[in-house]
C-alpha cells in the first residue's frame, strides 16, 4: 500500500522559503513515477505546482514565475518542495502525489498560513 | 494553459436521483481526462481516469463520458456519501490543470 505524508513548518512569514518535505512507504521512489505537489487554497480549487523525475526531470508550473524548487533523496524515500518569496496568497493547503497524469494516491495533505 | 471549466457550481440533488456535471476544456485534452471527489478536510479521491474508465473499487454509479473538449460525470442513484465536492483534471498538456469544482448538495 503506497502512502505519502507531508512535513513541515505550518507557518511562514512573508517573503520566505516555504519548504515541505513528503515520505514515501510502500514504493521506492527511485522505481519510477513521477512525483509532485499540488496545492488548495481555503474554499478554493486545485493548483498543480510540478512535478519531479527520478533522474532529476522535472516541470514546474509557469504560473509561479520560477520561485518554486523541488528535489528528491532516494536514500530516505522523501521528496521535497521549496517556494521561494512567499506571500498570503501561498496559503493554502498543500498535496503531495504520486504520478503526472490522473493522481491515485495523494497525501493527507498540510495546511501552509503564510503570515507575519 | 488548458483552462478547465465546471458546471454547474452547484448541484442540489435528492438521495436516489441522477447527478449530471459537466466539464468543457478551453482546447482539445482528447481523453486524457480525470474526475475527482474531495470530501471536506480530505484529499481528492480518484473516480475516473482516460474519461471513462472507473478507478479502482469505485462504484458503478460513477460513469464519464466525452473526449476532446466536452466532458460529463454522471451519478445513476446518489447515495448519500456521493454528497461532495468533484473536480475534473485534463492530463493532455502542462501545467496539468483543474476545474473550478462542482459542489453537489442535498436537495
Known amino acids: 500500500q503506497v502512502q505519502l505524508q507531508e512535513s513541515g513548518p ?107 | ?10 448541484l442540489s440533488v435528492s438521495p436516489g436521483e441522477r447527478a449530471t456535471l459537466s466539464c468543457r476544456a478551453s482546447q482539445s485534452v482528447s481523453s486524457n481526462l480525470a474526475w475527482y471527489q474531495q470530501k471536506l478536510g480530505q484529499a481528492p479521491s480518484l473516480l475516473i481516469y482516460g474519461a471513462s474508465t472507473r478507478a479502482t473499487d469505485i462504484p458503478a454509479r460513477f460513469s464519464g463520458s466525452g473526449s476532446g473538449t466536452e466532458f460529463t460525470l454522471t451519478i445513476s442513484s446518489l447515495q448519500s456519501e456521493d454528497f461532495a465536492f468533484y473536480y475534473c483534471q485534463q492530463y493532455d498538456n502542462w501545467p496539468r490543470t483543474f476545474g473550478q469544482g462542482t459542489k453537489v448538495e442535498i436537495k
Not at chain 1, 19 to 28: I, K
Not at chain 1, 68 to 84: A, E, G, H, P
Open chain 1, 10 to 116: 505550518g507557518l511562514v512569514k512573508p517573503s520566505e522559503t516555504l519548504s515541505l518535505t513528503c515520505s514515501v512507504s510502500g514504493y521506492s521512489i527511485s522505481s519510477g513515477y513521477y512525483w509532485g505537489w499540488i496545492r488548495q487554497p481555503p474554499g478554493k480549487g486545485l493548483e498543480w505546482i510540478g512535478n519531479i523525475y527520478h533522474g532529476g526531470n522535472t516541470y514546474y508550473n509557469p504560473s509561479l514565475k520560477g520561485r518554486v524548487t523541488m528535489s528528491m533523496d532516494t536514500s530516505k524515500n522523501q521528496f521535497s518542495l521549496n517556494l521561494s518569496s512567499v506571500t498570503a496568497a501561498d496559503t493554502a493547503v498543500y498535496y503531495c502525489a504520486r504520478g503526472s497524469r490522473e493522481i491515485v494516491y495523494w497525501g493527507q495533505g498540510t495546511l501552509v498560513t503564510v503570515s507575519s
Open chain 2, 1 to 10: 494553459e488548458i483552462v478547465m471549466t465546471q458546471s454547474p457550481a452547484t
